[in-house]
């Protein structure tokens, strides 16, 4: 009984949720994405606009938008934030100074109307490099401890390797 069950739940469980991957240029949003999606690394070109893909995990759907990270292009993110569910931000733990500038982002993004529901995770990417900074560390710089109304977690990353 409890496999029929599970079968028919899953026959109508089919949930899609949006899920938004933001960041400065250069930080790995991209292959983040396709890391997602074929396990494996793909050589990419700067995003102009946005890459989108869906990645199916057990019965849920995840339609994950990369959205291209020049500073020309920020100020565009909002029209992808109806419906998101999950903004997946990706930090280049190695750019210390442009940190200053993603958190003005994450601040500018978690105070929008459309994202007041959305859970964060913030990717600390490139920990294969020489002298990056820690997730704690960047957790600290971007004062993630401040976000009270958004579930949020960091995580040490390489989008190259798929670590993290």
Request: glycine share 6%; aromatic share 10%.
């Amino acid at each position: 009984m409890g496999l029929l069950f599970a079968k028919l739940w899953s026959l109508f469980c089919n949930q899609e949720h949006k899920v938004i991957i933001v960041g400065l240029d250069n930080a790995g949003k991209t292959t983040i994405l396709y890391q997602f999606l074929m396990n494996e690394v793909v050589h990419t070109s700067p995003t102009i606009g946005s890459n989108v893909e869906e990645i199916v995990v057990k019965n849920t759907h995840f339609l994950m938008w990369d959205i291209g990270g020049q500073e020309s292009l920020r100020s565009s993110w909002n029209t992808y934030y109806s419906n998101t569910e999950f903004i997946i931000l990706v930090v280049d733990s190695i750019d210390r100074e442009r940190l200053a500038i993603t958190r003005e982002e994450l601040y500018r993004m978690l105070a929008h109307e459309d994202l007041r529901k959305a859970a964060v995770l913030i990717f600390a990417n490139k920990q294969d490099m020489k002298g990056c900074m820690t997730a704690a560390e960047i957790s600290k710089y971007l004062t993630l401890s401040s976000i009270k109304d958004h579930p949020w977690h960091i995580q040490s990353c390489c989008a190259l390797t798929g670590e993290g």
